[in-house]
């Protein structure tokens, strides 16, 4: 059984940062593509970042420069380190398996 669980969300002002932690258990960690994705009120959830297992990063435009995906295979952890944040980061951070699996997500609301 696969598990994902994230944490590391929170209010935070423009320009702030917070990095978010997504520990996963039940397979192979290290072998998958994980993937964090986000959905904000009334919107589709998007994609945001993805590693591969041989640490391989890809990235929404609209985060590129701001986020950094990486992952320590050794505690079977994916991070999201978010840097500059706006208004427009506001939504629910979730955590993704290649395989379909998704965390409970965490809260991120990016407000003065």
């Known amino acids: 059984q696969?598990?994902?669980?994230?944490?590391?969300?929170g209010l935070v002002q423009p320009?702030?940062?917070?990095?978010l932690s997504c520990v996963a258990s039940?397979?192979?960690f290290?072998?998958?593509?994980?993937?964090w994705y986000r959905q904000a009120p009334g919107k589709q959830r998007e994609f945001v970042a993805g590693i591969t297992?041989?640490?391989?990063t890809n990235y929404a435009d609209s985060v590129k420069g701001r986020f950094t995906i990486s992952r320590d295979n050794a505690k079977n952890t994916v991070y999201l380190q978010m840097n500059s944040l706006?208004?427009?980061?506001?939504?629910?951070y979730y955590c993704n398996h290649q395989n379909g699996f998704?965390?409970?997500?965490?809260?991120?609301?990016?407000?003065?």
């Open 2 to 9: 696969v598990q994902l669980v994230e944490s590391g969300g």
């Open 15 to 19: 320009g702030g940062s917070l990095r």
């Open 26 to 28: 039940g397979y192979a």
């Open 30 to 35: 290290r072998i998958y593509v994980m993937n």
């Open 53 to 56: 297992g041989a640490f391989t």
């Open 86 to 92: 706006k208004p427009e980061d506001t939504a629910v």
């Open 102 to 112: 998704w965390g409970q997500g965490t809260q991120v609301t990016v407000s003065s």
